[in-house]
């Protein structure tokens, strides 16, 4: 198992912050240079569709976004380049509770029943439980959204099949990664959960009302999260009653 941690070139207190999170835990980080947004050039994008993003998501494309989409690309790449069977992948203002590393360890041990393993989460996802994983913690399969990707555990199966179907951008990257019946792999999230979504640093994509399109041109996006969910609640309940019944 390898970890990476996004980091943006000019962000070095945060670098410093998580570092020492993860000398404490016994933790060692390959840094991940992040994908600064602004500086991305939306006409040579190719990995990026703003009008699709705009029908799905209802808001206008934020380019801090956009670089925060990329940089989680650029770091399923740095784990699938390595020799490492699993990555965690962190944002550099994810939190590393005590105990993280017995956590890694104890759903390793369990590496049957997931392909993806969220630590964190903006929304509890209203998790069906499939098996304790020891100190008052639960693996499940999320019937709602669960939100927040700072803090993700991934097999190589996982990432190598979320590299061809993440491309072009269309959603931001925790909405994406939820969207788990696309991709045909196992996603699971620890409950309760077991790691702060942040740990107080200032947001660096400020996902505010300036992004937001009226009213009519949300009707698309509504349309989309009404199918998302539909699909997420069947997609779950499917995968809940096969692994009961198979252990698969």
């Keep these: 198992m390898q970890a990476f941690v996004i980091n943006l070139d000019h962000s070095t207190a945060r670098l410093e912050a ?13 840094r991940v240079p992040g994908v600064l ?20 998501h209802g808001r206008a494309i934020n380019m801090n976004e956009v670089g925060c989409y990329l940089s989680h690309l650029r770091a ?8 490492a069977a699993f990555g965690i992948i962190l944002e550099d203002d994810a939190g590393l509770p005590t105990g993280y590393l017995d956590l890694i360890q104890r759903l390793l041990e369990r590496q049957h029943a997931w392909d993806i393993v969220k630590l964190s989460a903006f929304h509890s996802g209203t998790p069906l439980l499939i098996e304790s994983i020891g100190q008052g913690q639960s693996l499940g399969i999320p019937l709602s959204r669960h939100m ?44 309760p959960s077991p790691c702060p979504p942040d740990t107080g640093h200032a947001s660096t994509i400020a996902d505010n009302l300036r992004y937001h399109l009226v009213w009519y041109r949300r009707l698309p996006c509504m349309g989309f999260r009404l199918v998302t969910e539909l699909s997420r609640f069947a997609f779950g309940i499917a995968h809940y ?3 009961k019944l198979i252990k698969f």
């Design 18 to 30: 998580i570092q020492a999170q993860a000398r404490v835990a016994g933790l060692s980080l390959t």
């Design 37 to 56: 947004g602004r500086a991305v050039d939306l006409r040579e994008a190719a990995d990026v569709d703003s009008r699709g993003y705009a029908l799905r």
């Design 76 to 83: 399923l790449k740095a784990f699938l380049d390595s020799d």
């Design 148 to 191: 927040n990707a700072n803090n993700v555990l991934y097999s190589r199966v996982a990432a190598e099949k979320m590299l061809r179907a993440l491309t072009p951008m269309q959603l931001p990257f925790d909405h994406a990664l939820e969207r788990a019946w696309l991709f045909g792999i196992r996603l699971r999230v620890v409950t």
């Design 241 to 243: 009653l096969r692994y």
